[in-house]
């Protein structure tokens, strides 16, 4: 089992900034992929084991994934925030098997991100 507990989450103006983190614990080094979703399971971006990172479009030069694995820790810094960019965010941590019918996911409760006009 793996657990994760994001945070980091607020209301921010347009333009502005918001750093989220998400702590893992539990089963940790079974994790192939980190990554961040938005509203209802729409991808913002993930990073591998590798530190292979892939963005959404529309979030590409805006937002910044990465990991700290020291930590246990997974980021997502979000810079020239948008309103459209607000939703509940949350972490993803997922198990990948060749056959991908078995695959896993983790997900943590998710932190909301409110961008003002």
């Known amino acids: 089992q793996v657990q994760l507990v994001e945070s980091g989450g607020g209301l921010v103006q347009a333009g502005g900034s918001l750093r989220l983190s998400c702590v893992l614990s539990?089963?940790?080094?079974?994790?192939?992929?980190l990554g961040w979703y938005r509203k209802q399971r729409e991808l913002v971006a993930t990073i591998t084991d590798g530190g292979s990172t892939n963005y959404a479009e529309s979030v590409k030069g805006r937002f910044t994934i990465s990991r700290d694995n020291a930590k246990n820790t997974v980021y997502l810094q979000m810079n020239s925030l948008k309103p459209e960019d607000t939703g509940v965010y949350s972490c993803?941590?997922?198990?990948?098997?060749?056959?991908?019918?078995?695959?896993?996911?983790?997900w943590g409760q998710g932190t909301q991100v409110t961008v003002s006009s």
């Open positions: 993803n941590g997922k198990i990948l098997y060749s056959d991908s019918r078995f695959n896993v996911d983790y």
């Open positions: 539990g089963s940790i080094s079974s994790i192939n992929i």
